[in-house]
């Protein structure tokens, strides 16, 4: 749908616009009385959220590409139906969910002045290659004081499928190397960084980012909390319908074998993800359904 089509059917004046991103993509810029936010329709992907006032909440590479077949690279990219390589062969990471162009099915303004916006990827009518089976996602974005984010995935294949997922959400932080990460301790984990496959176990404290950390920590529906000591405040991930979370910073050499990362850039993000993941993948019955929340807010 072209950009006046979304206005003339999706825009609330004071609240809501469509108008040409970065690259020329298609993006809702969303304003409350709270805060802004950005959603590209491009990968149904958030980049942007920032109450008035405060530094901003996520964290975009200033290499990241915006062009059609491309991932969007930092803010929330959705992860689906595989996450991770865990496609099939010669797939592309994460999925085809960040990949595609999704519908906007309804923007409202609600009493309280937030927004929530819906959007949808069908692939009623052909499975989307090179994943076989038919599904119906829904990724319903609520902007305000706080941000959440519900990804529902609905099976609409005659055969069962089995699914792995996530809010692979980029965080904007000063330096990863004075942030801790509460809320995963003693906990277990799958170790990948590197390349390797390792199951660890997290140790009584905090967890403190001092080289490469790819993580997936699998069975816990724990709240976690990022502390940002410069910028002076906490951010805190609360979720329901995932069982994993994913940790992760590419630290130097990694960023600098990406090439829609900046080579510096390492410090000032870190990856605090909700997922299903490996062990933690969905198997959906024909017609069933599943949803996944990420709530966002900020502490001070």
Request: charge should be negative; charged fraction near 20%.
């Amino acid at each position: 749908m072209r950009i006046q089509e979304l206005q003339s059917q999706f825009a609330i004046p004071g609240a809501v616009e469509f108008e040409p991103g970065q690259g020329g993509l298609t993006r809702m810029a969303i304003t409350t009385s709270e805060c802004a936010a950005h959603i590209y329709t491009h990968g149904a992907h958030v980049t942007h959220w920032q109450r008035h006032g405060e530094a901003p909440v996520l964290f975009m590479s200033s290499q990241s590409q915006f062009k059609d077949g491309a991932p969007i690279r930092g803010g929330v990219p959705v992860c689906f139906p595989w996450f991770g390589g865990s496609g099939p062969a010669g797939a592309p990471i994460h999925g085809v969910a960040r990949l595609a162009e999704w519908e906007v099915e309804s923007v409202t303004l609600k009493s309280d002045g937030t927004v929530v916006a819906v959007f949808l990827l069908n692939a009623n009518e052909r499975a989307l290659a090179p994943w076989p089976q038919r599904f119906e996602l829904r990724h319903r974005v609520t902007v305000g004081r706080s941000l959440t984010m519900a990804l529902e995935a609905r099976n609409t294949d005659p055969k069962p499928q089995r699914i792995t997922e996530a809010l692979h959400t980029y965080f904007l932080v000063d330096d990863v190397r004075q942030i801790r990460v509460l809320g995963l301790e003693n906990a277990s984990y799958i170790d990948t960084a590197g390349g390797g496959r390792v199951e660890r176990r997290q140790g009584a404290e905090p967890i403190t980012i001092t080289a490469e950390t790819d993580r997936v920590y699998l069975n816990n529906r724990a709240t976690c909390v990022i502390e940002v000591p410069n910028f002076g405040r906490k951010i805190v991930i609360e979720k329901s319908g995932s069982d994993s979370t994913v940790v992760w910073n590419p630290w130097i050499a990694k960023a600098k074998a990406m090439p829609d990362f900046g080579d510096d850039e390492w410090p000032r993000m870190i990856c605090v993800e909700t997922a299903n993941a490996h062990g933690n993948a969905i198997t959906l019955a024909p017609g069933a359904s599943h949803v996944m929340e990420a709530r966002i807010r900020l502490e001070t």
